[in-house]
């Protein structure tokens, strides 16, 4: 009995629920009598739907409109609590009355002395026409305004640099020592002196230019003798100047304690069978000599009695008896061409043509990097004692490529033919390219000044050129 009365109050809540509006096609098909409902006893989905609506509207406008704050500051004395946290000031920029760092210079301390008042923050400078002369003063090293960061620096272009840094490295706003002659264009000479970076003055500078219409005139000279006579401590720098040949150099010993030979222009010497080299180095002084053509003389370089070689970025060729020779002295040897040389002896009788690399000082140098050593007529490079050969080109030499050397050179005996153009560069294609591991001690350019390794992250080419696609 009590299962049938359950059954039957469930039918009953089923169709009162069935037959309103909400269902109006549940009355088809059913009695009449189930659906004789009065329609305005029956809820009204209009109402409710109103009615919802109201409610919801109701939420909408208390969240979009929420009970006013009070500000937190009028006056800077309020913000004194905050002054722990960076903003003792009162600003009202936001149309509002917040806490912030700054607005005015009073609010600014230490490094960041200046109020941008847009931003309301401390900066170091800003960079405006009213304010120079007063803000990066602190700091003598950094006494220009970048107004992209708002922060004091060293320098914007090269007017604010100089000695020997007299480059800007405008991607570090940083003063450094320049690398290339281009970077010191409009200074001087245009010259960039090797042994510490600073671009050289006229005064520092003996102008040596070959040609029967050569005009000797002050420190401008016709004669290489001449010409190496007025180095001095004080003019340390020999600028030869190309196309046309020069005679020998050989500075006296003792002329300046560091000694720069540069050429510009295609600068070539030509030395004569009867000079002891194109370029004669000898004492115990450091001598720097870059981008000079050699050729025609006894011997291209020799270097002797201790002196120390700086040689770069020179092609040394039709020298009749060797390209480059040291004799007791420290060696820094690189990015250089040495071919076609006739053949030389050294003490003892030992037999060489491009290179003979001698006894060092005590201590000295002794780097032979990135050279191309070819088609000399004797022995290609002769090592007196154990020198690495491994990242230079020796090949094609008559007598043999290496002597007493340590590591094979990476384009050398046993290798395919380089490829080289008629000026020993090489070509598409070559077994040379792309052979050597870049570390930290490998040269950053070539014999042109394009950078190595060629493309970026690569391994470098061997010998003095690195190809350029």
């Not at 109050?9 to 169709?15: D, F, I, S, T």
């Not at 037999?351 to 022995?379: E, Y």
């Not at 490998?442 to 391994?459: F, W």
């Amino acid at each position: 009995m009590r299962v049938e009365l359950f059954a039957l109050g469930a039918a009953l809540v089923l169709l009162s629920a069935a037959c309103t509006k909400v269902n109006p096609h549940y009355c088809s098909g059913h009695f009449e009598d189930d659906c004789d409902m009065d329609a305005a006893d029956a809820p009204s989905a209009e109402g409710d739907v109103a009615e919802a609506r109201d409610s919801r509207d109701a939420a909408d406008v208390s969240e979009v409109a929420p009970e006013a704050k009070p500000p937190v500051c009028v006056t800077d004395d309020q913000c004194a609590a905050a002054a722990d946290a960076g903003t003792p000031a009162c600003g009202t920029s936001d149309g509002g009355a917040a806490c912030v760092e700054c607005t005015s210079n009073s609010h600014c301390k230490g490094t960041k002395s200046v109020c941008d008042s847009a931003a309301e923050k401390c900066v170091e400078c800003l960079g405006t026409e009213a304010a120079s002369g007063t803000e990066c003063k602190a700091d003598s090293s950094r006494s220009v305004c970048n107004k992209m960061t708002q922060s004091c620096v060293a320098c914007l272009d090269n007017t604010k640099c100089s000695g020997t840094e007299p480059i800007c490295d405008t991607t570090k706003n940083t003063c450094r020592p320049c690398t290339a002659d281009a970077e010191c264009n409009g200074i001087g000479p245009g010259v960039c002196v090797d042994y510490d970076g600073h671009c050289a003055t006229a005064g520092e500078v003996v102008t040596l230019e070959g040609g029967a219409a050569c005009v000797a005139l002050g420190m401008l000279f016709c004669k290489a003798s001449d010409a190496v006579a007025s180095l001095s401590m004080m003019r340390p720098i020999l600028l030869i100047k190309g196309p046309d040949p020069v005679g020998a150099i050989d500075p006296p010993i003792g002329a300046a304690p560091k000694l720069l030979i540069v050429g510009q222009g295609g600068a070539l010497v030509g030395a004569g069978s009867g000079d002891t080299a194109g370029v004669h180095l000898a004492g115990p002084n450091k001598f720097w000599v870059r981008d000079l053509k050699i050729s025609g003389g006894t011997v291209g370089v020799v270097a002797e009695q201790s002196a120390e070689l700086h040689l770069t970025r020179c092609v040394v060729t039709k020298n009749g008896m060797g390209g480059i020779k040291t004799i007791d002295s420290s060696f820094d040897i690189t990015n250089t061409i040495i071919a076609a040389n006739g053949g030389g002896t050294d003490v003892g009788g030992v037999a060489w043509g491009g290179v003979r690399l001698g006894d060092i000082p005590q201590s000295g140098a002794s780097r032979f990097v990135n050279n191309t050593v070819v088609d000399n007529t004797s022995i290609g490079l002769s090592c007196k004692n154990s020198y690495d050969a491994s990242t230079n080109i020796v090949h094609g030499n008559l007598g043999g490529e290496t002597i007493n050397c340590t590591g094979a050179a990476c384009c050398g005996a046993g290798d395919p033919d380089p490829l080289l153009d008629a000026s020993y560069h090489l070509m598409s294609g070559s077994p040379c390219i792309g052979k050597i591991d870049a570390t930290t001690m490998s040269l950053t350019i070539d014999i042109q000044g394009h950078p190595r390794p060629m493309p970026p992250m690569g391994k470098l080419a061997c010998g003095a050129d690195e190809f350029v696609p």
